[in-house]
């Protein structure tokens, strides 16, 4: 079939929706779907690790040598993170996917 004539809507298909805080997992923006779904899932571990340290600390379960390595593994992951988001060029509404009825994940 010659593709100046596609039926209307092959030729439809070609929209690119505008970002719905969903992610959008088709053949042209597979890779970058691909890296916002890591990358959520990373800040998600992220936050939940966090999250536990801070248990802990409060907890009074960890010396102060380890309080002090924890905050700097804290700190490092953050940054790490924030380099991701720069490369990929991705914002923190960006990670924060819909689930629907669910609500956002983050």
Excluded: C, W, Y
């Excluded at 042209?28 to 779907?33: H, L, M, S, V």
């Excluded at 309080?67 to 804290?74: D, H, Q, S, T």
Aim: aromatic share 2%.
């Amino acid at each position: 079939m010659n593709l100046n004539n596609q039926p209307k809507s092959l030729a439809s298909l070609d929209h690119r929706p505008e970002k719905s805080g969903r992610i959008e997992l088709d053949a042209e923006g597979a890779e970058e779907g691909l890296a916002q779904l890591v990358l959520t899932v990373i800040e998600l571990l992220r936050q939940l690790v966090e999250r536990q340290a801070i248990r802990r600390v409060d907890g009074g379960n960890l010396s102060e040598e380890e309080i002090e390595k924890l905050g700097v593994a804290l700190m490092n992951l953050d940054i790490k993170m924030e380099e991701l988001k720069e490369i990929f060029n991705f914002t923190d509404e960006d990670l924060n996917i819909d689930l629907g009825p669910l609500g956002n994940l983050l």
